[in-house]
């Protein structure tokens, strides 16, 4: 990170950093985002601990309010609030008659609920969703996916990961994306 950019770390990337913005609106500053691997357990009550890294990015952004929600109901993704309400922005100028919007709105709402951040880092994840994704009272994989944070049943997780490993293929189409950086 440059010194030009160094005032701008409390601002997750989720959260615009006022001091970084070009005229039209696109942010030039650095991009904090939720990264990596911290293991987890969701306790008895439902609640999630935020891992430390994670919690210190909210902390410094002053969120407090999360949306957690799913896609399936296969996993949970936490969604700062301002994330979720730019997502929610960004989904608003598409076509109501798009199919896939409504499932996703649809599945998103099923499973979501806006939530509040405890005195102790803690998150309660919605009832339903714990259930159908089975974090009751689970040991969690808890991944940083840049604007928000994915959680996942570790048993579930591991068996998915193992096989739907990363092929040859997906690499070369991943270099294709990134513009042949991999």
Not at 47 to 74: C, H, I, M, N, W
Not at 89 to 107: D, I, M, N, Q, R
């Amino acid at each position: 990170m440059s010194d030009s950019t160094a005032h701008c770390l409390p601002f997750p990337r989720f959260l615009v950093c006022p001091q970084c913005l070009e005229a039209d609106g696109r942010q030039t500053g650095a991009a904090n985002v939720f990264r990596g691997n911290h293991p987890a357990k969701v306790d008895e009550k439902g609640r999630l601990k935020l891992p430390a890294g994670f919690k210190s990015l909210v902390d410094a952004a002053s969120v407090t309010q999360f949306y957690v929600t799913s896609a399936d109901g296969e996993s949970a993704q936490v969604w700062p609030l301002p994330a979720w309400e730019k997502r929610e922005a960004a989904l608003s100028t598409l076509s109501a008659l798009e199919p896939v919007l409504e499932k996703y709105l649809s599945a998103t709402s099923y499973f979501g609920q806006q939530v509040e951040m405890d005195a102790q880092g803690r998150i309660l994840l919605p009832q339903i969703l714990r259930a159908k994704a089975g974090l009751d009272d689970e040991e969690a994989v808890v991944l940083g996916m840049g604007e928000y944070v994915a959680l996942h049943n570790r048993k579930r997780y591991e068996a998915k990961a193992e096989a739907n490993k990363l092929t040859e293929e997906d690499r070369r189409r991943l270099a294709q994306l990134l513009g042949g950086k991999v």
